[in-house]
């Protein structure tokens, strides 16, 4: 089983310094709003990610009014692995495996799997494209190297071709030849992540089907569609054909980056037809979903990091949700803002659970 067994904040988020030890396959972090519960999950996820979970800017996870910032933490499965992540006075970030330092983060991803759960997540419901575009690329990143390479080429290759159709509105001749020079290598590479991601709606609508139906006992199935410009033509035929509109607008208009996920319920968009309690039960669908595709992909089970989670269910469906969690080979942290509800909780399971009390 993966799991982490120490980590230390060195000027992360609440703590200027602290450390922690970690002895049970379920592990409890209770304290008041404020206290550090959250910093610790996103810590974790830091050192398995080499970011935030939360924050874009490495920068802001430092504390305030401090310079510098260092996570250090122990995993173990097979052996120990030591990880570090280092934020220096000048910004400069190092992540280190063992004392050996990555030259690319990206070799990083996968290696120490972990799936976070947090109250905003309803965003991938009802938020914009974006987020579930980041939803599947963080999945299948931990899946594939082949796929995350993939991804910062495309976005690198999409950024240059925004650029030259930004610097062509200033300009009164234009270079068609390097525009399609980009063309053509969006074109491949939006292919391959393409097939990637059909591969993976499939497994996904599956598992979000299984658990939703266990969580919620509704016996209607929810449908998850992945859509992509590229169903109704090759993505060159797409960008030659409407060059002028990309000319005019300064900007790449068609592209995997236009992908999204459609969740449906009963042939309606599922967050106009669902109620609270369907919508919940269908993100830890997601979720749970996202965790066993990498479990039985990578052969282990990723760390589950469960973030205020039990407020916001009803009884029936935290009992359900505990009962299916502990029987799962896999490190879980839970943060609550109360002890005794926890216990209350985790009544029948307290011999597997480390209770940490901020």
Known sequence: MLRIEKISLYHFRN???????????????????????TSILDAIHFLCFTKSYFLHIDSLVITNGLQGMRINGEFRTDKLDTLTCIIRDNSKKEF??????????????????CVFIAPDDTELITGSSEGRRKFMDTIISQLSIDYLDQIILYAK??????????QWHLQATQDY????????????????????????????AA????????LSEEKEQVIIQYQSQLESASLEDLLTQNIEKDIRTQRTNYGIHKDDLIFELNDMPFKQAASQGQRKSFLFGLKLGQFFIIQEQKNKSPILLLDDIFEKL?????????DFLVKQNAQIFITHTHIEQVKKTFKEYQDQVQFIEL
């Open 157 to 166: 290759i999409l950024q240059q071709r925004n650029a030259l159709l930004k």
């Open 15 to 37: 703590y200027t310094n602290q450390e922690f030890s970690f002895d049970k396959q379920i592990v409890s972090i209770t304290g008041k709003n404020g206290s550090g519960k």
């Open 207 to 214: 598992k979000t089907n299984e658990f939703y139906t266990y």
């Open 96 to 113: 280190l495996k063992n004392s050996v330092a990555y030259t690319q983060f990206s070799r990083h991803i996968g290696q120490f799997p």
């Open 314 to 322: 009803d009884e029936s469906r935290s009992h359900k949700l505990i």
């Open 177 to 204: 030849s390097l525009l399609q020079i980009y063309t053509k290598q969006l074109h491949t590479i939006g292919h391959v992540i393409h097939q990637y991601r059909i591969d993976f709606c499939k497994q996904l």
